[in-house]
Structure formats: structure tokens, C-alpha cells
């Protein structure tokens, strides 16, 4: 029992968490279960007999486990969490080794570890964990910290290593991972020459990678409209039902929802639309909610970007803190504005998810631990 009021008594003396910020979650996921119920009914069809209840299920798990993540997290010390990023690296980054050898292949990729019953995508881990080390980094070469050899080497390292690790089979991620690591650097005074080579060297390898994958590298042609990479048929690239077919039933669901939609779970394009209930979900809420939904569901994301940057990261209580409020708020929305803006045509399709509203496992646990942490360090700042 005393165990217990010594662990209510800290509980009640920390300050409240941002509450826009878990206001603005719950919103989110409550679009997201509305929208993923619409959406799933192809995949019920052609994997359950129809039984959509069985999937909205599934993802109402996975949403009660991703808000679990957030109240844990936004209850542990970010410090506590900060010295173990290095270890979690380095055991995602030896994890994220096995998955071209032993990973689950699905869409063309392979992504996903199976243990047991139980399947998940390393990146997921790795990402939270560089955020983390990242920040430590930061915190700790701040007198130095536009030296060359003893700051910014380290940086590069870990961040290269990392986001090539992940870019083997999942360069969208990868790219998502650098630029918000990038961010943080940039905030954390690193040298702007010294980024400017990060962002050479992310170029080339980025270039690389496409040339080792032809269905990515097809995607960025179909994009552009050019034939660029050697590894790809050009009748497969410009096919209007290959690469181009997604970005084309997308804008089918814009024009068909217009100012209001046509009505919740009255989506045609769910039945066109490869992974609505994933990748393109945008498109869903935008053909069923129109422009308003749209409004809507963008809303949250800027309100998590808006207390994200400028009252969580500028108040933050010290810089480890800033760096993490950085780091994490701009791969959340960054997250969200490139799922947008895939849907819209603005981006080659690349298979990220949207935090919070589409249907998955891991991407939700991994996102549910990111605002946990956000919400820890708003616990932290002094209140006047």
C-alpha cells in the first residue's frame, strides 16, 4: 500500500501533459477508426468472408495499445528514457540486419520480423531510438558542437548507418528518419556546411538505393514522368494500370468527394485503391468527408505541429528536452503531410502510414510512444 501512495503522490505533483496535443490524438484516432471501418471492407471480403468486424476489431487493439503508449510514456522521465537510445539503437539496428534475410515479404518488400504470431517492422524501433540518441548527442557537444571530427562525425554516423539500414527496403521511411534527425541538428547549431554534406551524401545513397530497387525507382519515374534509372521497363513505368494506376484512383476520390463527401462508408474508391485502409486512407476521408473532413483531420496535425514547436520545444525545461520535442514533433507531422501528400499527387507513392488513422501494428505503437514522450517534457516545463 505504501508502494502505492508514494507512486500517487508523484504522479499528482507533476504538471498537467499539453492538453491540445492529447486532444488532438483522441480526435485522430477516432477519425481513424470511422475511416478504417469504411476502408477495410475489400480486404474483409478477400481475407475474412466479409467479416469487417473482425478487422475493426483488430485495429481498436492496436488503437487502445498505441494511447496506452502515450499515458506510459508521457509518465516516464524523457531523461530516464534519453540513456537508453543508444542501446535501443543498437539492438534495432542489428535487428533491422535480419530482415532482408529472414523478413516477411509483402507488396514487394520485406519489412516485417514474425515472432511467433506476432509480426513487426524494426524500423519502427529504430526510428524512436536515433531520436533519442540523437538528442543525447547533441546535449552533450554543445561547447564543441561545430567541430567537424568530434561533432558532427558521430552524427553522421549514426544517422547514415541508421538510415541506410532502414532505406534497404523502406527508403521513404529512411528519408522521414534523416530529414527530422537533420532538424534537430540544424536546431542544435550543427554547422550548415557540415549539414549541407549530410544532405549530399543522403542524396547519393538515396540514388543507390533506387538503383538497387526497381519498384521504387519505378515509382519516382512514373512521378516525374521521366525515364531516368536503367533497372526499369519503361511499358510498366508509364502504364496507366501500373505505377501511375494509385496516384490516378487517388484523384478520383478527391473529385468524387468534393466540398462534403459522399457519405461515410459510402467510398467506391475503397474497392480501387491498393491499401485504402493504409497508404491512402487520406483519400478515403477525402472522398467520404470532402474538403471539411480534410480541414478537420490537417487541423490536428498542425495543432500538434504548432504546440509542438512552439510552446513544448521553446519552453522545453533544457536542451535535451528542445531536441526531442524537435525531433519527434517533425516526424509526426512530416509523416502526415507526405501520406497527404501522396493522395494528392504532390509525392511518388511511398506506403507511409498516417499516424493515428491508418490501420496498423507497429506504426501505431512507435507513434503512441513518440507523443508520450512529447507529452513528457510538456509535463516538465515550469508553469508561471
Not at 471480403?45 to 468486424?53: N, P, Q, Y
Not at 515509382?219 to 521521366?226: D, N, S
Not at 525515364?227 to 521497363?233: D, G, L, R, S, V
Not at 509525392?347 to 507513434?367: E, H, I, K, N, R
Request: charged share 15%; net charge positive; with cysteine.
Amino acid at each position: 500500500m505504501a508502494v502505492l501512495e508514494t507512486i500517487q503522490t508523484k504522479l499528482r505533483a507533476q504538471n498537467p501533459a499539453d492538453k491540445y496535443v492529447l486532444w488532438a490524438v483522441l480526435l485522430l484516432c477516432a477519425i481513424g477508426i470511422v475511416a478504417v471501418y469504411s476502408a477495410i471492407a475489400f480486404l474483409a471480403a478477400t481475407k475474412a468472408d466479409g467479416d469487417t468486424e473482425r478487422f475493426l476489431l483488430r485495429h481498436l487493439q492496436r488503437v487502445g495499445l498505441g494511447l496506452a503508449m502515450v499515458v506510459i510514456f508521457s509518465r516516464i522521465d524523457y531523461h530516464k528514457l534519453a540513456r537508453l537510445g543508444r542501446f535501443g539503437l543498437t539492438v534495432s539496428l542489428i535487428v533491422l540486419l535480419l530482415v532482408p534475410v529472414v523478413g516477411i515479404t509483402s507488396g514487394g518488400a520485406s519489412r516485417w520480423l514474425q515472432i511467433g504470431a506476432f509480426g513487426f517492422q524494426p524500423s519502427d524501433l529504430a526510428k524512436v531510438a536515433l531520436i533519442l540518441y540523437i538528442g543525447v548527442l547533441l546535449t552533450r557537444k554543445q561547447t564543441y558542437v561545430k567541430s567537424f571530427a568530434r561533432s558532427f562525425v558521430p552524427l553522421f554516423i549514426w544517422i547514415l548507418v541508421t538510415g541506410v539500414m532502414i532505406g534497404i527496403e523502406d527508403l521513404s521511411t529512411a528519408a522521414l528518419v534523416v530529414v527530422s534527425a537533420s532538424l534537430m541538428c540544424f536546431v542544435g547549431r550543427v554547422s550548415a556546411l557540415h549539414l549541407s554534406g549530410l544532405a549530399a551524401a543522403s542524396l547519393v545513397l538515396a540514388f543507390l538505393l533506387l538503383l538497387g530497387s526497381p519498384n521504387r525507382a519505378a515509382r519516382v519515374e512514373a512521378y516525374l514522368g521521366v525515364k531516368i534509372f536503367p533497372n526499369t521497363e519503361e511499358a510498366e513505368v508509364f502504364s496507366a494500370q501500373d505505377e501511375g494506376y494509385q496516384a490516378q484512383q487517388a484523384k478520383i476520390a478527391f473529385a468524387m468527394g468534393g466540398l462534403t463527401g459522399v457519405g461515410p462508408g459510402k467510398s467506391i474508391q475503397r474497392d480501387f485503391l491498393p491499401a485504402p485502409y493504409n497508404d491512402f486512407i487520406f483519400a478515403i476521408v477525402a472522398e467520404e468527408y470532402g474538403v471539411f473532413g480534410l480541414a478537420l483531420l490537417i487541423g490536428c496535425f498542425m495543432i500538434i505541429l504548432l504546440r509542438g514547436f512552439l510552446r513544448i520545444a521553446r519552453n522545453a525545461p533544457d536542451p535535451l528536452g528542445l531536441f526531442l520535442a524537435v525531433g519527434f514533433t517533425s516526424m509526426l507531422v512530416l509523416y502526415a503531410f507526405i501520406h497527404a501528400g501522396v493522395a494528392c499527387g504532390l509525392f511518388p507513392v511511398t506506403g507511409l502510414p498516417l499516424p493515428f488513422v491508418s490501420y496498423g501494428g507497429t506504426s501505431m505503437l512507435a507513434t503512441g510512444i513518440m507523443v508520450g514522450i512529447l507529452l513528457n517534457i510538456s509535463r516538465q516545463i515550469e508553469t508561471a
